[in-house]
């Protein structure tokens, strides 16, 4: 899949993540330590296209989009045959 969708398994196991975070808050702590070293290492490649500080926008999207977006492909599949915005 290289639409960028999420599968049922990523959808499970972040749903799985929010559970395991009252039972176990040190992983939200490992979580975002990860997240924030993926999101450089991909960085370091737009550095070296364009070396401008404007990286840090994309370490700042990259938790933006982990946990403000999950919503919106689970709401578009249940939403196809609507024709408005978020929806197409």
Known sequence: ????????????????????????????????AALGVAS??????????EPDLEFVYGVIYSYYAFFLLQWIYPYACLTVRNRHWLTR
């Open 1 to 32: 899949m290289s639409n960028g969708a999420p599968t049922p398994l990523t959808l499970l196991f972040f749903g799985l993540l929010l559970a395991a975070v009252p039972v176990y808050p040190l992983i939200l702590i490992k979580l975002l």
């Open 40 to 49: 450089l290492l991909n960085l370091v490649y737009y550095l070296w296209l």
